[in-house]
Every structure is written in C-alpha cells, then in structure tokens.
C-alpha cells in the first residue's frame, strides 16, 4: 500500500530510531544522567533549499514527549550558510540520540531540495516543469517527493497504482515497439482495460511511435532518449496528431544542468529528471549542542 506520511511518519522514524538507537544510546546513557537538559540547533553548513526539518524535529519528540521543538527556516526556504533550521529542548540523552538521524533525514532531503531547485532555475522563463521519478530510495520516497516540491519541482505518479505509464519494457513483451500500430493497439489497450480515469502515459522512441499513441488517445507522450534537435522536430507532429486536444509533452533520459535548457526549448510541456532524487547529494548539516542546567 502506498505511504501516507501525514499518518505513517511517525511508524517510519521508530523504525529508523530502532535502527540506530536499538535498545539505547549506551554511550549517552554511561556519561549523562537523565536529568540533565540540553539545546541542540540543526545547522546547514552551506547555503540551500531547506527541506525535511519537520521530520527531523519530529525525531527528539517521538524520543521524548516532553521536548520542545521550533522551526526557524521554512520548508523551501533558501538560506545561507551557517543558517539556523530548527532547534530542540530535551535531556541530553534524547539531544543525543536523535542527532544522527535528524541529521541524515535534513541533510539527505534539502540536498534533494537544493539541486531541484538549481534545475528549476536552469529552465526559468521557458515554462516548462521539473518533474521527479520513481528512482527514489525504498521508503523514502514520500519524504524525498515532498523535497522535490519544496525545491519547486512536480511529482510524477507517486507508484504503480495512481496512473499508467507504459514503457519500453511493457511495449517489447507487447511487440509494440517500433510500431506505429502496436503503439496505437498498446494505447487502446490501456484505455479500455485500466482503472477508469488514471492519467495515460506513454513512452515512446521515435515521433511516429509518439504520433500514434498521441491519436490513439493517450493523456501524455514521454519522450525518451531524443537530442534537442530530435525532440524540436517530434513536438510538432506530436501535437498535430491530436489537433485541437491537449496533450502533456515530457522530455526524459539523461537531462543534465548542463542541457536541460536546451532541452526545456523544444516545446515539451516538462522535464523529468531521476537525477533529482537518486543522485543528489546530501547537504552538510550540523547539530550543535550546549548543556541547559543540571536538576
């Protein structure tokens, strides 16, 4: 079943805190006495697009109901280096326990975050939407699809279950590939057996393939694996296929900052990009942490 994170996000992070902490931090528990209270403030070493810190707060408070959290940056918020994010009120122990997956959850989603937004900057003023994929890391993806939207990108389908899309593997054990009726046949075929309703996606490698399924009445076409000057040529035939109805036009495969403007100019509707989420880099975030008071 799908993840809710509105009411599944606290099972995900006693399972991480599990994980990590197992039957206690035995470290924490040798030196500190419960008594003692500490401040921990959640810091990005480097100047980005904040994402995750309400989960990484939710952290301290699922350790210990009685620690006091606040947000100081907002999600999607931009900010410098050395920037305050969030800050936590507890005993020592809990500070202590929870720092390394605050950290991780932080720094892995507002890296996410920060490149989305450097890819939505790369292709302002054309129009044109960043969209992630599923290439996300397994049961993360909510987590990491919500830092896609606070870096300014759009979520694709979220699974398997909310629309269809068709690949290049479903269309070779079709036979459909490279055929503009197989693709036609393919199209139908989704229309008339799927859940009424979903979203229809299809992929196609060449403009003919992408023609047919345009007129067989798919929603979208995905362009996969064109040049810029391959998809400039295809987006009109495309288009032309379905006259007067709308269709989404996505471009995909390989997009990089480099080339995604060039790519945004073709006339496609959006990008998807899975670099977004499997390859980002994790921002450098830090917690410091000062004694409050002994009991």
Do not use: C, W
């Amino acid at each position: 079943m799908p993840l809710d994170v509105t009411s599944d996000l606290d099972a995900f992070l006693r399972q991480a805190l599990a994980e990590d902490v197992g039957a206690g931090d035995v470290t924490s528990n040798a030196l500190f006495e419960p008594e003692l209270r500490a401040r921990g403030t959640l810091r990005l070493r480097e100047e980005g697009v904040v994402a995750g810190i309400g989960a990484a707060l939710r952290v301290f408070e699922l350790l210990e109901p009685g620690a006091t959290v606040e947000e100081h940056a907002a999600e999607g918020e931009v900010v410098g280096a050395g920037a305050l994010a969030g800050e936590v009120r507890a005993s020592a122990r809990t500070v202590l326990a929870g720092e390394r997956l605050a950290l991780n959850l932080l720094g892995r989603l507002s890296g996410i975050a920060t490149l989305t937004r450097r890819f939505v900057h790369a292709v302002e003023g054309t129009g044109v939407d960043v969209v992630d994929t599923r290439k996300t890391t397994p049961l993360l993806r909510r987590l990491e699809k919500d830092a896609v939207r606070a870096g300014g990108g759009i979520n694709h389908r979220m699974g398997l279950y909310d629309a269809v899309l068709v690949k290049d593997n479903h269309l070779d054990l079709l036979g459909a590939s490279g055929s503009a009726a197989g693709m036609k046949e393919a199209t139908e075929r989704v229309r008339r057996d799927a859940p009424a309703g979903l979203f229809v996606q299809i992929e196609a490698r060449t403009a003919e393939e992408a023609a047919a399924a345009a007129a067989a009445g798919a929603d979208s076409i995905l362009l996969d694996n064109f040049s810029p000057r391959e998809l400039k040529s295809a987006v009109p035939k495309v288009r032309a296929a379905v006259q007067r109805r709308r269709i989404l036009l996505e471009a995909s495969g390989g997009i990089t900052l480099r080339t995604v403007r060039r790519y945004a100019l073709t006339g496609v509707d959006r990008i998807s990009i899975g670099a977004l989420t499997h390859s980002a880099a994790a921002l450098d975030v830090t917690m410091e942490i000062e004694a409050l008071r002994r009991a």
